[in-house]
């Protein structure tokens, strides 16, 4: 998998456009900035937008390529951002620390998604904010009728709302919802797409 994203994100272009995903950078605009973690990262779009906004911002993905770009993306709007090459498992965070963790298409196979999803609940403060933006098992159907529309090609790593609503049982969850919109960000995701979307507060 690290050579697929390596390869992926070792490109000039930036594989899913330099603009942050327009769902986060709506959500993020309605909170107060503080610490923010971003797991599967890749090539950094949502982690300089977050920084532009004033957020301390901590952020992973296992490509390396894709911190290269990153941190070049940073470097251009002149913001700093905290970026690791690893996997949550690789990395030391306090629990209770962030203020928002966004997962924006990070998507992990069900037999360990769950277990890395109770890590990151488990770094949410009290009252922290959860933004998620992933792909529904309905975009197969998407995938096969237009293959610009992105997202993996097995259900294994796609996502239901019953899904957002066990793994994060920590969660209020305030919206959550599965929609069909259209995106266009950067050289793979475009066109029609079946998403789940999902605002959580962590409960006191």
Request: net charge negative; charged share 30%.
């Amino acid at each position: 998998m690290k050579e697929f994203w390596n390869e992926r994100y070792g490109k000039s272009e930036f594989a899913y456009g330099m603009e942050p995903n327009a769902y986060f950078k709506e959500k993020l605009q309605d909170l107060k900035p503080g610490k923010i973690l971003l797991p599967a990262e890749g090539e950094g779009r949502n982690a300089v937008y977050a920084a532009t906004l004033g957020w301390d911002v901590y952020a992973y993905d296992i490509s390396e390529e894709g911190k290269i770009k990153a941190d070049k993306l940073a470097k251009e709007n002149n913001v700093a951002i905290n970026y690791t090459v690893g996997t949550i498992d690789q990395l030391e965070f306090e629990p209770e620390s962030f203020d928002c963790i966004a997962l924006i298409y990070a998507h992990l196979p069900r037999s360990i998604r769950r277990q890395q999803h109770e890590k990151l609940q488990s770094l949410l403060k009290p009252e922290g904010t959860l933004i998620v933006e992933v792909f529904s098992e309905e975009q197969l159907e998407y995938n096969t009728k237009n293959p610009k529309a992105g997202g993996p090609k097995d259900a294994e790593f796609l996502f239901t709302t019953d899904d957002l609503k066990e793994d994060f049982d920590l969660c209020e969850m305030i919206h959550l919802n599965q929609e069909v919109i259209f995106l266009d960000e950067g050289l793979y995701h475009i066109g029609e797409s079946s998403v789940v979307r999902c605002i959580g507060k962590k409960k006191r």
